[in-house]
């Protein structure tokens, strides 16, 4: 397995793989998918066997996204980076790629900054996010309704560079 930044040219791809992880993740159009190249903190793939298998996506603080669950942070801590999706090819899953991913998320981060944000859905409940997050030692800080009170999720924090 190699993680190397996103390209330009990945994003088509990335975005199969994020309308196939959906409602675990909600849609993004190409043009948002190019915003997010431009404002990332860090955005990186990993390829296994040539094959691009999933994503990581991280935006920094103080960026004009209209998100809920990012707005919600924001106004509550300061310092931290936000996962705004992760996804992975569904043959892939299981095979260690979140682990990496997040554990390379942590070493890339410059040191100033001292949290980890992100969120999981508890409504419908996403089993696998929610396993993985309590094994990556993320904690919750509190929950939310998104999408017209459809969704429910878990905002989670973890600390890092402490």
């Not at 909600?26 to 298998?53: G, P, Q, R």
Request: net charge negative; with cysteine.
């Amino acid at each position: 397995m190699q993680v190397s930044k996103v390209n330009i040219d990945d994003l088509s791809m990335i975005k199969v793989i994020n309308d196939d992880a959906i409602p675990a993740v909600n849609s993004v159009s190409d043009e948002e998918f190019i915003w997010f190249h431009k404002n990332s903190i860090y955005f990186k793939k990993v390829t296994l066997n040539e094959i691009l298998a999933g994503f990581l996506l991280v935006l920094p603080m103080n960026i004009p996204y209209k998100s809920l669950n990012y707005s919600w942070f924001s106004e509550k801590y300061d310092n931290f980076a936000y996962i705004d999706r992760i996804a992975v090819k569904e043959e892939f899953k299981s095979s260690g790629i979140g682990t990496l991913l997040y554990t390379d998320l942590e070493k890339s981060l410059p040191k100033e900054i001292k949290m980890i944000a992100c969120e999981y859905n508890i409504k419908p409940l996403n089993m696998i996010s929610e396993n993985f997050h309590q094994k990556m030692e993320y904690k919750n800080v509190g929950t939310q309704l998104t999408e017209n009170n459809t969704k429910q999720v878990s905002l989670m924090m973890k600390e890092i560079n402490v």
